[in-house]
């Protein structure tokens, strides 16, 4: 079955950027889909198709996806991005979620 | 705006099987796709299914011979049932909407329910 690797953890100080990377094998041939989820909350679509931001993400966010790794890019990170991440993909006709990250603006 | 809300049982003993339906309001259930994913406690995410208005559905292997999604279009509703339930299927169970991409295929979730945890204990 197909896997996906994220960092368990990523750091950044408060106005940086973050980048949350999710590895996987020719990943750069799938739709890669990221969702960011607070405590006690429901997962939210933040990057769909490897760069797409829903209506009502803010522009800060965005994706890129080549070779084995896509990434989710966050400009200036606020407070309100800690969060755990998560990338999707679709493979053989089956949904397959990265194990997560959680972010932490220092 | 599309919302969603699970509903069913927070409690099933070992062995029975687990029943919830996701309730769509907001928008008729009669077209994109309606998936069910779960997230055990402190873990992260699992695709549990689809179901397509139409009736055709897709399960992940893993629990292809344990689950069932079907889908009421008059109500607006789509349920899962998973059988033969142990421990391991503890977790906050989530229905989302799925739009499918014809390019590449597969599906992104743009709306989720807020989930409901079910435990599965004696």
């Known amino acids: 079955s197909y896997e996906l690797t994220q960092p368990l953890s990523v750091s950044v100080a408060l106005g940086q950027t973050a980048r949350i990377t999710c590895g996987g094998n020719n990943i750069g041939g799938k739709n890669v889909h990221w969702y960011q989820q607070k405590p006690g909350q429901a997962p939210v679509l933040v990057i769909y198709?490897?760069?797409n931001r829903p209506s009502g993400i803010p522009e800060r966010f965005s994706g890129s996806n080549s070779g084995n790794t896509a990434t989710l890019i966050i400009g200036r990170a606020q407070g309100g991005d800690e969060a755990d991440y998560y990338c999707q993909v679709w493979d053989s006709s089956t949904g397959v979620f990265g194990g997560g990250t959680k972010l932490t603006v220092l | 705006q599309v919302q969603l809300q699970e509903s069913g049982p927070g409690l099933v003993k070992p062995s029975e099987t687990l029943s919830l339906t996701c309730t769509v309001s907001?928008?008729?259930?009669?077209?994109?796709?309606w998936s069910w994913i779960r997230q055990p406690p402190g873990k992260g995410l699992d695709w549990i299914g689809y179901?397509?208005?139409?009736?055709?559905?897709n399960y992940n292997p893993s629990l292809k011979s344990r689950v069932t999604i079907s889908i009421d279009t008059s109500k607006n509703q789509f349920s899962l049932k998973l059988s033969s339930v142990t421990a391991a299927d503890t977790a906050l169970y989530y229905c989302a909407r799925g739009r499918w991409e014809l390019l590449r295929g597969g599906l992104e979730f743009d709306s989720w329910g807020q989930g409901t945890l079910v435990t599965v204990s004696s």
């Open positions: 907001g928008r008729s259930i009669s077209s994109y796709y």
């Open positions: 198709r490897d760069t």
């Open positions: 179901i397509y208005y139409t009736g055709s559905t």
